[in-house]
């Protein structure tokens, strides 16, 4: 009998600004793989912002249970620099009825960093300790402080001192992306240095970047140590790689890699629920968007988004995507 000894462990889903919003949290949770999400960054300058603004962002929070349709919490995402603006923030989301407050120190968009915000506060591991310790204090332990970075900015001499720093602030958990600021999303990930960030603090850490198939999951575990992961770019990609992960855990099963059909499947359904809301143009350059990140490891992804890429009528678009074998769709 093989014993698996990766059977435990949670999955998250990685918030990524302009293209995980509610609706894809929702398609993306609906089979069983993921148990928390958390959405795009509200960014934070030098005021509290007004209520309309974090529901644009996480609209579950108008629902009594903050959490997708399928019951899987969405954790809100502060981005900013100033203490005080952050703690107001935080309050104001507490309020409103947020499940749980995560930090994004790990953003690597030029702008944002040019604004002093996500991954530049990483240069300074004192700054990353007052963000989290004035929301940590301004919540009063009502609800969970958690905190997201990189392996450092222009180098990894300060990854240590960055997670220390969040858990000398008051997080409760670290997801750590394993590459710099300068690094990108440029392969390799370093999962080895998530182990050494591990080994210097005391609480979960969350281990993120790269982690593809189920092969990448395995190594991301063993050379970090983590109990739990992250997935972001590979969860677009592969919307059945997290429920892969689980039915692995569960059974030692391995099932077999996702068709085309399945993730054309979920495109559709995807312009089917956004046009409901907005502009069929507005909808052709999400699903282009989705299908773009769809070519990484599927060659018959990259063939339609070629065959696609210059249309402009929705639904021509959605009857370009070539489909041979049986429509499966996310229900």
Request: hydrophobic share 45%; net charge positive; with cysteine.
């Given at each position: 009998?093989v014993?698996n000894?990766?059977q435990?462990?949670k999955?998250?889903l990685?918030?990524?600004?302009g ?5 894809t949290r929702?398609?993306?949770?609906r089979?069983a793989?993921f148990?928390w ?5 509200v960014?934070v300058v030098d005021?509290?912002?007004?209520p309309?603004?974090f529901?644009k962002?996480?609209?579950?929070l ?19 620099s100033d203490?005080?603006a952050?703690?107001?923030n ?7 009825g ?5 930090l994004?120190?790990?953003?690597p968009?030029?702008?944002v ?10 240069r300074?591991?004192e700054r990353v300790f007052?963000a989290?310790k004035?929301?940590?204090?301004a919540?009063g332990?009502?609800?969970p402080v958690?905190?997201k970075i990189?392996?450092?900015f222009?180098?990894r001499?300060l990854?240590v001192?960055?997670?220390q720093?969040?858990?000398a602030?008051g ?6 992306h394993a590459r710099t600021?300068d ?24 281990a993120?970047?790269d ?8 190594k991301a575990r063993?050379?970090s ?6 997935l972001?770019?590979s969860?677009?990609a ?5 429920p892969?992960?689980?039915?692995w ?5 391995r ?12 495109l559709?359904?995807?312009?089917h629920l956004?046009?409901?809301q907005l502009p069929?143009?507005v909808?052709?350059s999400?699903?282009k968007?989705w299908?773009a990140?769809m070519?990484q490891?599927s060659s018959?992804a990259?063939e339609?988004?070629?065959r696609?890429?210059?249309?402009t009528e929705?639904?021509q678009?959605l009857?370009s995507?070539v489909?041979?074998e049986?429509?499966v769709?996310l229900?």
């Amino acid at each position: 009998m093989v014993v698996n000894l990766l059977q435990s462990g949670k999955i998250g889903l990685a918030p990524m600004e302009g293209v995980i919003d509610a609706l894809t949290r929702d398609l993306l949770t609906r089979h069983a793989g993921f148990d928390w999400t958390v959405t795009e960054f509200v960014r934070v300058v030098d005021a509290r912002l007004p209520p309309r603004v974090f529901y644009k962002h996480c609209p579950e929070l108008a629902q009594a249970s903050v959490a997708t349709p399928s019951g899987i919490p969405v954790h809100l995402q502060l981005l900013g620099s100033d203490p005080a603006a952050l703690a107001a923030n935080a309050r104001q989301a507490l309020t409103l009825g947020a499940v749980s407050v995560d930090l994004n120190f790990g953003c690597p968009a030029k702008l944002v960093n040019r604004h002093d915000g996500g991954a530049a506060l990483l240069r300074q591991p004192e700054r990353v300790f007052h963000a989290v310790k004035a929301v940590s204090d301004a919540l009063g332990g009502e609800i969970p402080v958690t905190a997201k970075i990189r392996l450092g900015f222009a180098n990894r001499r300060l990854a240590v001192a960055c997670a220390q720093a969040t858990e000398a602030g008051g997080a409760s958990q670290l997801v750590v992306h394993a590459r710099t600021r300068d690094e990108g999303y440029r392969p390799p990930a370093h999962w080895e240095w998530i182990g050494k960030i591990r080994r210097h603090v005391n609480i979960p850490v969350v281990a993120n970047g790269d982690i593809w198939t189920l092969e990448d999951y395995w190594k991301a575990r063993t050379l970090s140590g983590c109990q739990d992961v992250m997935l972001g770019r590979s969860a677009l990609a592969d919307p059945w790689l997290a429920p892969r992960i689980r039915h692995w855990q569960q059974t030692g099963e391995r099932l077999p890699d996702s068709s085309w059909a399945m993730r054309a499947s979920v495109l559709k359904e995807y312009a089917h629920l956004q046009r409901q809301q907005l502009p069929d143009r507005v909808v052709v350059s999400l699903v282009k968007q989705w299908l773009a990140q769809m070519r990484q490891g599927s060659s018959e992804a990259n063939e339609n988004f070629q065959r696609v890429k210059r249309l402009t009528e929705l639904d021509q678009l959605l009857e370009s995507l070539v489909v041979d074998e049986s429509h499966v769709v996310l229900t």
